[in-house]
């Protein structure tokens, strides 16, 4: 992967560490630079600290990546400066923001900087998933669009449930009315988009990957491919699906069931919820059936 | 939002300067408070302005004016940003920066305060990865003021929400933390074990925190007297570091270390390359106060003057002062200045008493006590008796707590382990020299 940075010089260190060797650096050394290698027709990604741009280099920026869609991290500190940059390309591009001088910056950059969404697959998902999407309430539409299109953002359903401000079961419902399996596998959905591009992009090694998603082993990680993707990350490096392929699947995989005619809480993302210590199947569990301690029942009733 | 912690400082404020730091800090976050709850008005960027004009001209550390600065930008942006909500993350990084920088001034009951609020806002916006460093932060803010049980559940919740973002360097650092919160209570050996486990795991997924893991494993060898297993430890990740502020810790623990097996001369040489290389105020303020603390206890008269002259001009923390009164105390005793080490003490005294530094008020009452028995022994002609065991000196790192000034041992005894770090050490603070004259 190809990283066009645009930083103060003390910065560029961070982006050196955080890449840890996996990647080619092409730093710029004035924003006229930056904004004409934007103007061209590639997808590498864009590092850049708001606080050396103007809010007339934030519109041209902006205008480029409109033109040119590519992953953008911005990395600043927290300043009026930066921050009049960073509210225009936080409002018109999907940019991923990390503010220095905090604990685990370093850990937060390697992920943004390893681990960009691949803009394309999102295009494409997205525009797959659209006639769902819109029948979401606009607060969850929006968060969850900026989660693939960002590749950051709740990492799971309760986040998620936080960032709109609603429970957890609202959600749960109104992804459930839209035809949605359940926000755990949209979350996951959009774990796999951020790391797409590394695993066919990229020769990172698939324990870093599993590491920078949360995964604990590689191994975890190919189960949601498989569960996702119909593949894992090794064939998938290997034989690398076509996106419009990789789209259609993994659509079919967030909408599986269709939309409810009536929305309740027994149809409400039943991946999401633990197994019922009352409920089998939606029914009451009859007196005589013992359960494990998973809260399957030992037989059938 | 009324906190105590900020109702004791501004009680126990020393000076006008020190209020109004505390002040800047408390008003900022009633600002915030009432920005996040009625969203920003013309009253509030007022009151904004305000505290931005009188900060100009206030006496801070530049971490606490730089953080307080973060938080008078983000402030006015709270609500902009669209999905991503980026004022709002601006706010919380500012509010985790004011906090670290309180920790790093050593002002620890205020710093939790303020890493429970972020937390605690940033988890109702969904902020997970914030909020897992926000639980991580005040764990240690809290095990800091020696508030176990409070830091134990903020690292459980660190550890849980860091597995949540995706984020295994906070996990493993809070699990580290509360590994550290055992061997600070004393049970050293599930400490170990816990950390000879947590190490295990590191290496497979997040091997950048390995070294922590083994700088927390010389701690405990070190607390359980295996100095030279300790050091050796200590040294062995010094040249793995690409981390600036645990390359610095690395080195102050390993002074420690030094000065507990016996090689305090070594153990200055190492602190003298924090005090001249390091990039932070801070840390280098820390160091020099180390190396007073061994000049008091070992080094001739000339350095000791000169130490205690160079940290009389500097912004000590309230701790700090106390610290710095209690060695004095030690080293004019040990010159024979004793009118003068009987005034240090007192004042070290007064100090710890009115911030509520117990260890350090038992510590100087002990010193005191120290200084009346050898005046009375020098009316008496009476040698002195020595102990092995005198104070307790500065927190090497904040993890570490270094033993006491030890019987030295001649550099010729020790192990060609322990030589091999003594030649480093010395080559080290050779080039640190050399970097200084030709910054000069």
């Not at chain 2, 080490?341 to 509520?356: G, H, N, V």
Request: aromatic letters at 6%; glycine letters at 6%.
């Amino acid at each position: 992967m190809r990283y066009i940075v645009f930083l103060a010089p003390q910065a560029m260190g961070c982006v050196y560490s955080a890449l840890e060797g996996y990647g080619a650096v092409d730093s710029m050394p004035d924003v006229q630079r930056l904004i004409a290698a934007l103007a061209l027709p590639h997808d590498d990604c864009v590092v850049l600290d708001p606080a050396l741009l103007t809010a007339d280099n934030a519109q041209a920026i902006v205008a480029n990546l409109a033109q040119f869609p590519r992953p953008v991290v911005a990395f600043s500190s927290v300043s009026t400066a930066a921050l009049d940059s960073i509210v225009i390309l936080a409002q018109r591009t999907p940019a991923r923001f990390l503010f220095r001088g905090i604990a685990n910056e370093r850990s937060a950059l390697a992920r943004a900087l390893l681990l960009p969404p691949d803009a394309e697959l999102c295009a494409a998902l997205l525009s797959r998933i659209d006639a769902h999407m819109e029948l979401l309430p606009p607060a969850i539409r929006e968060r969850v669009l900026s989660m693939f299109r960002v590749g950051d953002g709740p990492h799971s359903p309760d986040a998620l449930s936080a960032a709109v401000s609603l429970t957890r079961r609202s959600v749960d419902r109104h992804l459930a009315d839209a035809g949605f399996v359940s926000a755990r596998r949209l979350v996951e959905a959009a774990h796999l988009t951020s790391a797409y591009r590394a695993i066919t992009r990229s020769h990172i090694p698939f324990h870093a990957i599993a590491s920078l998603l949360g995964y604990k082993t590689p191994r975890t990680m190919d189960a949601q491919f498989t569960l996702l993707l119909d593949t894992t990350s090794g064939k998938l490096r290997a034989r690398p699906l076509h996106v419009a392929e990789a789209a259609d699947v993994l659509a079919l995989r967030l909408t599986e069931r269709k939309p409810h005619q009536k929305s309740g809480a027994s149809h409400a993302a039943a991946e999401d919820m633990k197994p019922s210590l009352t409920l089998i199947n939606g029914r009451s569990r009859p007196r005589h059936v013992r359960l494990r301690t998973s809260g399957e029942p030992v037989s059938k009733p | 939002m009324i906190d105590m912690s900020f109702l004791q400082a501004f009680a126990t404020a020393q000076s006008d300067a020190e209020f109004a730091r505390a002040a800047a800090g408390f008003t900022l976050l009633q600002i915030y408070d009432t920005v996040r709850t009625n969203g920003l008005t013309s009253f509030q960027l007022d009151a904004i302005r305000k505290v931005e004009h009188e900060l100009a001209s206030m006496d801070a550390a530049p971490s606490v004016r730089t953080a307080l600065e973060a938080m008078i930008c983000a402030l006015p942006f709270w609500e902009s940003g669209g999905p991503v909500r980026v004022g709002r993350q601006a706010t919380y990084s500012a509010l985790l920066m004011y906090g670290q920088a309180l920790g790093s001034e050593g002002e620890w009951p205020i710093a939790e305060s303020v890493f429970a609020l972020a937390g605690m806002d940033a988890e109702l916006d969904g902020e997970t990865w914030l909020t897992a460093n926000a639980r991580l932060l005040m764990g240690r803010a809290a095990r800091m003021c020696a508030d176990w049980d409070t830091a134990r559940i903020a690292y459980r919740r660190a550890a849980q929400l860091g597995r949540e973002a995706g984020d295994f360097s906070i996990v493993f650092r809070a699990q580290i933390g509360e590994a550290n919160i055992l061997w600070s209570r004393g049970d050293l050996r599930t400490a170990r074990l816990r950390l000879t486990s947590i190490a295990k795991r590191a290496k497979q997924s997040c091997p950048s925190v390995v070294p922590r893991i083994t700088l927390a494993l010389a701690g405990v060898a070190n607390t359980a007297g295996e100095y030279e297993q300790a050091i050796t430890l200590a040294f062995g990740i010094l040249d793995t570091l690409d981390d600036d502020e645990l390359k610095y810790q690395t080195l102050v623990d390993l002074a420690s270390f030094l000065t507990d097996y016996g090689l305090p001369s070594v153990a200055s040489t190492a602190l003298r390359v924090v005090q001249r290389t390091a990039p932070d105020r801070h840390v280098r303020r820390h160091a020099t106060l180390n190396l007073f603390f061994l000049a008091a206890h070992h080094e001739d008269a000339a350095t000791f003057d000169a130490l205690h002259a160079a940290l009389a001009d500097e912004g000590l923390t309230a701790r700090q002062k106390a610290q710095y009164a209690l060695f004095t105390a030690q080293g004019c005793r040990r010159l024979g200045r004793l009118s003068e080490a009987r005034a240090a003490a007192e004042q070290a005294i007064r100090i710890a008493k009115q911030y509520q530094h117990f260890q350090l008020v038992f510590e100087a009452e002990a010193e005191l006590r120290d200084i009346l028995l050898t005046h009375e022994s020098a009316s008496t002609t009476m040698p002195w008796r020595s102990r092995r065991r005198e104070s307790t000196g500065v927190g090497a790192s904040d993890d570490v707590t270094p033993n006491p000034s030890a019987v030295s041992i001649a550099l010729d005894s020790v192990s060609p382990g322990i030589r091999r770090v003594v030649d480093s050490l010395e080559s080290m603070a050779a080039d640190s020299e050399l970097v200084m004259s030709g910054a000069q």
